[in-house]
């Protein structure tokens, strides 16, 4: 009887920092357990091992920052039969895309020594921007559980269920009392995707949005609330362009105040 075919596993890297791709290698024992119903086919993370496309689930970290990052993606959406993006570079631009509000021209000769070497896009956009994408995990880095729930789903021909609340459900869960309410701390909990464990306000710190903007998130009355409280319209783009600031709902609620 022949043996059945596994299916196929590719992990890539665009423009980030690796933080998302070294969440999937601490799941450890979970992918112990995956290794026998799939075969990791291109994970340079992991291993040198490579083997020929095409994929039926790929899962890709970093933003489109660099034409040769445009091109490639193209290339990798025609061998993945289903294509994931992870963590907040792939799904919104990541922390690099607040080039994007300002001249990059400008910005390369103060970090690089020769900057007549760089070629870069004016913008960091995400993959959506440019291929279709089955499915979005937000998080930088992302939760490791959330993503094997994805690679599981995808295996067993379902829709991944990831949370669509925000973190404030993740602090009522903890018993947290509200940063806001106690110690007028901004946060931006009640807008971001749950997924960390609400792991600053644990500590009485104000949300920092890395899994950004939830699915149905009002910032424009977080935004009012901070500006009545005595916040400055500068202050309230800081805080909006931070890990996901080019997610639409924060880059058009910063634009606001920065007008």
Same mark, same amino acid.
């Not at 390369?108 to 956009?125: F, G, K, M, Q």
């Given at each position: 009887?022949?043996?059945?075919?596994r299916?196929?596993?590719?992990?890539?890297? #665009?423009?980030? %920092?690796?933080?998302? @791709?070294?969440?999937?290698?601490?799941?450890?024992?979970?992918?112990?357990? !995956?290794?026998?119903?799939?075969?990791?086919?291109?994970?340079?993370?992991?291993?040198?091992?490579? &083997?020929?496309?095409?994929?039926? !689930?790929?899962?890709?970290?970093?933003?489109?920052?660099?034409?040769?990052?445009?091109?490639?993606? @193209?290339?990798?959406?025609?061998?993945?039969?289903?294509?994931?993006?992870?963590?907040?570079?792939?799904?919104?631009?990541?922390?690099?895309?607040?080039?994007?509000?300002?001249?990059?021209?400008? !910005?390369?000769?103060? &970090?690089?020594?020769?900057?007549?070497?760089?070629?870069?896009?004016?913008?960091?956009?995400?993959i959506?921007?440019?291929? #279709?994408?089955?499915?979005?995990?937000?998080?930088?880095?992302?939760?490791?559980?959330?993503?094997?729930?994805?690679?599981?789903?995808f295996?067993?021909?379902?829709?991944?269920?990831?949370?669509?609340?925000?973190?404030?459900?993740?602090?009522?869960?903890?018993?947290?009392?509200? &940063?806001?309410?106690?110690?007028?701390?901004? %946060?931006?909990?009640?807008?971001?995707?749950?997924?960390?464990?609400?792991?600053?306000?644990?500590? @009485?710190?104000?949300?920092?949005?890395?899994?950004?903007?939830?699915?149905?998130?009002?910032?424009?009355?977080?935004?009012?609330?901070?500006?009545?409280?005595?916040?400055?319209?500068?202050? &309230?783009?800081?805080?909006?362009?931070?890990?996901?600031?080019?997610?639409?709902? #924060?880059? @058009?609620?910063?634009?606001?105040?920065?007008?």
């Open positions: 009887m022949a043996e059945k075919r299916p196929k596993l590719a992990v890539w890297k #665009f423009s980030s %920092c690796d933080g998302c @791709q070294l969440s999937l290698l601490d799941c450890e024992d979970e992918l112990l357990a !995956l290794t026998d119903q799939i075969e990791i086919a291109n994970f340079p993370e992991a291993s040198r091992a490579v &083997v020929k496309g095409p994929y039926d !689930l790929s899962l890709v970290e970093g933003s489109i920052s660099t034409s040769h990052d445009a091109a490639r993606i @193209q290339q990798v959406r025609r061998v993945s039969k289903h294509l994931v993006t992870i963590g907040a570079c792939a799904t919104a631009g990541g922390i690099q895309a607040l080039r994007n509000f300002t001249d990059v021209r400008e !910005l390369i000769p103060l &970090v690089y020594a020769r900057p007549e070497y760089i070629s870069t896009l004016e913008s960091s956009t995400p959506s921007s440019h291929v #279709f994408v089955d499915f979005e995990l937000h998080g930088c880095p992302i939760n490791k559980v959330q993503l094997v729930e994805v690679i599981s789903a295996l067993h021909g379902r829709r991944p269920v990831t949370p669509g609340y925000s973190v404030c459900l993740e602090c009522k869960r903890r018993g947290n009392v509200c &940063v806001t309410v106690a110690r007028g701390e901004p %946060c931006l909990g009640p807008l971001v995707h749950a997924g960390c464990g609400a792991i600053c306000p644990s500590y @009485q710190r104000g949300c920092y949005g890395c899994f950004g903007p939830m699915e149905t998130p009002n910032p424009s009355s977080l935004s009012e609330m901070w500006l009545a409280g005595g916040m400055a319209p500068d202050e &309230v783009v800081r805080r909006l362009r931070s890990f996901t600031a080019a997610a639409e709902p #924060f880059r @058009q609620e910063s634009e606001r105040h920065e007008k």
